[in-house]
């Protein structure tokens, strides 16, 4: 079946430049997270939503990070004035629910983001 | 295409070996653990998840071992592939941090044939 999808896979930005990145989640999925990855390095977790309520934006690194669902399902996550240190692997992960049974997190490809 | 882990400890098999891979997990309150294998160049994925409430799961040629006295997980493979190289992350979760997963630092399996 379809898992998470993500778009653009790769993106190149100069340094300054406003980007937007896109999560489909698997269908009928409640939560959805967004993580960050540095090469060789375990994913960092940025913000939460549950339906299209943003429920833990916690681990936004800055005011220049903006996450949005507005319908519940698909997600775009913003990055205004993009910084070197920007570059990573942002990866989406959905799941059926916060409560047991519907706790297992599946991720998309991810975009990887090089900011120049 | 784009290495994961340039820097990661790497455990090296023999192709049908049996592979152990150890994760000291960081919260004692933690409620539930999962494993992902990450190939490079893609997402993590799922591979097993334990609850807090049990110390052993089994899947298809994997097991998970949970000892909560030391704050340990493990993910052993049985008969390793070269088809199972790629990086493996722990990931822990406990309900006074939401629902977000805290992951370790990860280890790279290299499967010799």
């Known amino acids: 079946g379809a898992g998470v999808s993500q778009s653009p896979r790769y993106k190149v930005a100069k340094r300054g430049q406003d980007v937007a990145l896109r999560c489909d989640p698997i269908s009928g999925h409640v939560s959805l997270f967004w993580y960050q990855q540095a090469l060789g390095q375990g994913p960092e977790f940025l913000t939460y939503?549950?339906?299209?309520?943003?429920?833990?934006k916690s681990g936004l690194p800055s005011d220049r990070f903006f996450a949005e669902r507005p319908e519940g399902s698909v997600s775009t996550l913003k990055i205004q004035r993009t910084q070197q240190e920007d570059s990573a692997v942002y990866l989406c992960?959905?799941?059926?629910?916060?409560?047991?049974?519907?706790?297992?997190?599946?991720f998309g490809p991810g975009t990887r983001l090089l900011v120049l | 295409g784009e290495s994961v882990g340039l820097h990661l400890p790497t455990l090296s098999v023999q192709e049908g070996d049996n592979s152990i891979i150890n994760c000291a997990y960081s919260?004692?309150?933690?409620?539930?653990f999962i494993w992902y294998k990450q190939e490079s160049g893609k997402g993590p994925q799922f591979i097993i998840d334990?609850?807090?409430?049990?110390d052993k799961r089994q899947g298809q040629r994997v097991t998970v071992l949970l000892n909560k006295t030391v704050k340990h997980l493990s993910l052993q493979i049985a008969a390793t592939q070269p088809g199972d190289s790629a990086v493996y992350f722990c990931a822990e979760k406990w309900d006074g941090a939401g629902n977000m997963l805290t992951f370790g630092g990860g280890t790279r399996l290299m499967v010799k044939p």
């Open positions: 992960a959905s799941s059926l629910a916060g409560r047991i049974g519907g706790e297992t997190q599946y």
């Open positions: 939503f549950q339906n299209e309520a943003q429920l833990d």
């Open positions: 334990i609850r807090s409430n049990m």
């Open positions: 919260n004692s309150a933690s409620d539930y």
